[in-house]
Structure formats: structure tokens, C-alpha cells
């Protein structure tokens, strides 16, 4: 999170740091009056957004299949691994579920998605285009919270755009998009370790490459929490 970043206007940062302490007040004074007009400024422009897959989807609604049809192939590879064969009944949570798309178009198939929020209720918490509204320490502890609704064997699916380097900024939603990087050092900090990761593919060259990573609670057999060799919310143009 040392990695210098930009906004959607073109100034460059630093740090995340530099950035979060303007923008919310990281390391001031604690008032709160920062933090409260980000998330003020970020429902505002949810508010005026057409309740539709086009508008959630920020114009680019023709991507829905592809989006569904890539999170269908992770968890057909990803169920059978972490709970078997076996058929039962599986839970999941839908987090910043929207108009209902993902839940509908996908999460219905695999999940018996009636809800009732309670410890170790679910077998999968997914959280695709949404984490971005969070600041990172907003982020950190929505998953160290999150965790206590997990089953024993349960995990996290984060699905989101991913930057090529350090992060970039909207000015006009209030959200971040997150390198790999990025994302796998928040990762670390909530004690969450990177049990498989898939690229979606079949999107167009000019949005935001996305991600999609499975995470877990305990550390799985010879891996070392996300660290391999080698935006925002929705699909979103590249800010050049």
C-alpha cells in the first residue's frame, strides 16, 4: 500500500496514505466529518443511478453474461475442492447486493439464499464491485467482522476491478480501485489467506481487468498468504 496511485482528475499520489489522509482524514483529528462526506458523496451517486443491470453496471450491462458465466466456471472448480462432492444445501451472502443481479443471475443456483444473519450461517460471504467504497481501514474491519458469519469450512469471494499499479481514485463515485498488490496486503491485514484466484475474462479491453479471489481463514497447505511469484465497483474505463 506504498504504491503511489491516481485520481479518475489525473493527480497523482504518493502513498494510499497520502491519499486516504485527504480524502478521509486518515491521521487527523478524529471527527469523523471527512469520512462521513465520502460515504455522503458515494450513496449520492448510487442514489441517481438507474436501478437496471445497464446502470448498475455503469453503461456496460452487455458485460452481465460474461460476469456471470466467469463467476459460474470459479465456483464449479472451487465448491467441489473446499466442500465436496456430496450434495447439500449451501449458504451464501450476497454483500452490496444492489438491484439483486448477482444473487439472481448466479449465486441462486448454488446457494439456498434464504437469510438469516447469524454466526457460522454461510458457506460463502460474496462481495464483487462494492468493496471499493471502503477505506482501508473501513475494509479491515468489515472482514474481521464478517468472519464470524462463516461456517468452519466457509470462505470470502471478492470479485472486483483491479488496477496495474498502486490504485486509482473516482473522484465521481468516491470509490478505489486496488492493484493485486494492493489487494493482498489488505488481505493479510484482516488474517485472511488466498485459497484460489481466477482472471474474468471476455471483457472488453477498455474497462478494468477484474479479479476474482477466493479467500480463507486459516492458512491452506503450502501457501503463504496470497504472496505469488509473480475498479471501483463496477466495470469501469481505464483512467489514463
Known sequence: MDAGGLDSDGRGFSSAKEMWREEIGIGEA???SKRHEWYRKGIAYWQAVEASVDGVLGGYGHVNEADVKGSAAFLNTLLPNRFGTERRHLVALDCGSGIGRVTKNLLLRFFNEEFTPEVGRYDV???QWCIGQLPDDDFISFFKRAKAGLKPN???VVKENIAS?????DKEDHSITRSDLYFKQLFNQCGLYIYSTKDQKGFPEEIFAVKMYA???EKPKGVSNGRSKRQRHK????KS
Request: proline share 5%; hydrophobic share 60%.
Open 125 to 127: 460471504i460474496w462481495i
Open 165 to 169: 499499479n498502486g490504485f486509482v481514485l
Open 235 to 238: 466495470p469501469a474505463l481505464i
Open 154 to 156: 466457509g470462505l470470502f
Open 30 to 32: 478524529k471527527d469523523g
Open 215 to 217: 479467500l480463507v481463514t
